[in-house]
T-cell receptor, first 113, second 112 residues
Framework: GQQLNQSPQSMFIQEGEDVSMNCTSS?????WLWYKQDPGEGPVLLIA?????ELTSNGRLTAQFGITRKDSFLNISASIPSDVGIYFC?????????????FGIGTKLQVIP | GAGVSQSPRYKVAKRGQDVALRCDPI?????LFWYQQALGQGPEFLTY????????KSGLPSDRFFAERPEGSVSTLKIQRTQQEDSAVYLC??????????FGPGTRLLVL
């Protein structure tokens, strides 16, 4: 099935560094979502974006909905060891009700203390 | 309960065996989704229920896969005559209808 393109696919960073990852799609989405998945658990929603150009923060996390509606990025500032995990972007055609969610392949983040 | 629960957490099956995976959604959530997550990949949509009605099953990979939610609460994903390529994590998610999906921990299926 279709999956969104995420980059980088994995990264090692030093604790305290900032992190940036992005996601692109060949299709337009009207909702962009960012999830984090810890080992042995299901994905947990971090940030939801509903409007092109929107910039939203959640603590040390900031995400933006691209103007073209075909991309999004996630920044993590001042990384800490518990940021380790796999980050998935996901897109949905519309903001409300039922719409199939398409996930990216994930960015695996390792933080070196 | 407080969150989505799934059972069993781990399942090892011999090729050709039938398996049944259970999902208990968050109480009151009308929407329920099943996803398949292969190793190193993101979740891929399998099927969607609104209450007891299965409104979208376009992601089910073959007719060996069957899902039901007879009373609009608990759901079961059944895989008949399992094959090695069915090995994956099967995730269930529920939603109140505002679009936000809450995921369970998944069932890890290994077919030998």
């Amino acid at each position: 099935g279709q999956q969104l393109n995420q980059s980088p696919q994995s990264m090692f960073i030093q604790e305290g560094e900032d992190v940036s990852m992005n996601c692109t799609s060949s299709s337009i989405f009207n909702t962009w979502l960012w999830y984090k998945q810890d080992p042995g658990e299901g994905p947990v929603l971090l940030i939801a974006l509903y409007k092109a150009g929107e910039l939203t923060s959640n603590g040390r996390l900031t995400a933006q909905f691209g103007i073209t509606r075909k991309d999004s990025f996630l920044n993590i500032s001042a990384s800490i060891p518990s940021d380790v995990g796999i980050y998935f972007c996901a897109g949905r055609p519309n903001s409300g009700g039922y719409q199939k969610v398409t996930f990216g392949i994930g960015t695996k983040l390792q933080v070196i203390p | 309960g407080a969150g989505v629960s799934q059972s069993p957490r781990y399942k090892v099956a011999k090729r050709g065996q039938d398996v049944a995976l259970r999902c208990d959604p968050i109480s009151g959530h009308v929407s329920l989704f099943w996803y398949q997550q292969a190793l190193g990949q993101g979740p891929e949509f399998l099927t969607y229920f609104q209450n007891e009605a299965q409104l979208d099953k376009s992601g089910l990979p073959s007719d060996r896969f069957f899902a039901e939610r007879p009373e609009g609460s608990v759901s079961t994903l059944k895989i008949q005559r399992t094959q090695q390529e069915d090995s994956a994590v099967y995730l269930c998610a529920s939603s109140s209808g505002d679009g936000t999906q809450y995921f369970g921990p998944g069932t890890r299926l290994l077919v030998l």
